[in-house]
């Protein structure tokens, strides 16, 4: 009766399966559906990656799974000892083939002809065939010789990169990413099921399954036409997408994935060495960072008024982190959560110095403020009407709110834009002096401006935003005002 043996190696994922005589038709037909392949070398079946089902395979046959004894390290070692012995081996018999070359062309010593018609021309011509052939050969060896050679080569630096700390970071970087990917399934299938609470009546039914993603509902994409022609009642429907999400939020093999995921997360970072406890100053969006990056549905956190910190989700948070919707803890337990967890709050970036003059502030003017440069700016429009065939317009204060401002703002011909003023009251603007663009003025501050239902010789309107406070301007606008005022009474009566 053939025995097994089961291993697993967590530095490359594989299960190993050892058995101890040839397998009968019907376990080589399982083991090889599962995934398994014979090494011959090693004398053995290996996965190329852990599942579930391979694991449940493994255990059924051995009955246990024991940690893989050999290191990847010792079985690289193995494999290019391998490499390098069949490298030598043809090295050998290209130093044959090369010495049977060179004892063949001693018959063409001198450059000796072969003598045509002669009765050593037969064997001349056999000898000369033998002299290339072992040549060919010699050259065909030595290239197995090197391309061996650089097999061993690679075994062992392939190994070597394994087992690097850069290597291992990125490792862990995409089994979180996975475990990112698993949760989110489970944070989908907690959103469906709310939905189908809320989704009891036939029309209900018909309608979500028509227009609603069927990601979102967790259901077929031809649910919707299978009810719609009557195939299945909308009752049924609606059962078959609850049971499909409740399998995923409770099933047991999404959350035995994921926890095979966070047993590889802790033994790569104990390869790395122990991850440090976090002494910083502890922030709501710290903990935000740690909490998405472990597969968190939307975190928010808050500090509450005991001075704790609570972390809340729209659905239950990761099993690894707590077995609910929400977690209040205290800084130290969200310092020993956070080293538990592997995970390292990240170092801030220092911010390279950006090249570009420094931004002027922007500013949102009273009301008051922004009717008396408006009427500075219409003045100035009449003094500059001097010499045109047209009378200048008036324009008047434009008041809005911030959201209506933010969505018809986004773009350069929106009906609203921020412009930059000098000490004057002048818009900045660019222009050419000579072969150089050059700025009209030197902007102190920033306003919002809008163009909506302006005409020919109107000035813009002036902006502001009524659910924001307001701020001064730097700019001394009874001075303004007086001599723009004067200017175009000047022009008037002119």
């Known amino acids: 009766m053939t025995s097994f043996t089961a291993t697993y190696s967590p530095e490359d994922n594989k299960i190993r399966l050892y058995a101890s005589s040839r397998l009968d038709a019907e376990t080589y037909a399982r083991v090889k559906e599962a995934g398994f392949k014979w090494a011959p070398k090693q004398e053995l079946f290996v996965a190329p990656k852990w599942t579930p089902q391979r694991e449940d395979l493994a255990l059924e046959l051995a009955g246990e799974i024991e940690p893989e004894e050999m290191t990847l390290a010792e079985r690289a070692a193995l494999k290019a000892e391998r490499l390098e012995g069949l490298s030598h081996k043809r090295h050998a018999q290209a130093n044959a083939f090369a010495r049977r070359a060179n004892e063949l062309s001693q018959a063409f010593y001198m450059g000796q002809p072969i003598l045509v018609g002669h009765h050593s021309e037969h064997s001349a011509r056999r000898t000369q065939e033998r002299m290339h052939s072992a040549s060919s050969a010699a050259v065909s060896a030595g290239k197995a010789a090197t391309y061996w050679l ?14 690097s700390p850069r290597t291992r970071a990125n490792r862990i970087k995409t089994l979180l990413a ?41 259901s077929n994409y031809d649910l919707y036409y299978k009810v719609d022609r009557g195939e299945v009642t909308p009752a049924d429907a609606r059962q078959s997408c609850i049971e499909g999400a409740t399998l995923a939020v409770g099933g047991p093999n999404r959350r035995r994935w994921i926890e095979h995921i966070l047993h590889r997360l802790a033994f790569e970072r104990s390869m790395l060495g122990d991850v440090p406890r976090y002494d910083g100053e502890l922030t709501p969006v710290i903990i935000q960072a740690f909490a998405r990056e472990h597969g968190t549905e939307s975190p928010k956190c808050t500090v509450t008024d005991a001075g704790r910190l ?15 919707a929400s977690l209040e803890l205290g800084e130290d337990g969200w310092r020993d959560l956070m080293e538990a967890c592997g995970y390292t709050v990240p170092e801030k970036k220092a911010r390279r110095a950006s090249g570009r003059p420094d931004t002027v502030p922007l500013i ?14 219409n003045l100035r429009m009449v003094a500059a009407c001097k010499d045109k065939q047209a009378k200048a317009k008036a324009a008047e204060i434009y008041p809005t709110t911030q959201a209506t401002y933010s969505a018809n703002s986004k773009g350069s011909y929106d009906v609203f834009n921020t412009i930059e003023i000098a000490a004057d009251g002048r818009r900045v603007r660019m222009g050419w002096q ?12 920033r306003i ?7 005409d020919f010789y109107q000035p813009d309107s002036i902006v502001f935003i009524t659910d924001k406070p307001s701020k001064p301007l730097p700019i001394d606008l009874d001075v303004l005002e007086t001599e723009a005022r004067t200017a175009a009474t000047e022009e008037v009566a002119a």
């Open 150 to 163: 650089d097999r061993a080569s690679g075994v062992e630096h392939f190994a070597s990169m394994k087992n």
């Open 434 to 445: 000579g072969n150089e663009r050059v700025q009209s003025g030197e902007p102190i501050a």
């Open 310 to 324: 609570r972390l809340e989700s729209p659905v239950p948070l990761p099993a690894h982190i707590a077995s609910d």
């Open 364 to 377: 949102n003017l009273s009301r008051e403020q922004a009717e008396q440069l408006q009427t500075i700016w």
């Open 178 to 218: 996975e475990l990112r990917d698993l949760q989110r399934g489970i944070n989908r299938a907690h959103a469906a099921l709310a939905i189908w609470e809320k989704l009891t009546t036939d029309q209900q039914i018909l309608h979500a399954l028509g227009h609603m993603d069927s990601r979102i509902l967790w």
């Open 448 to 454: 919002r401006v809008s163009g909506i239902g302006r």
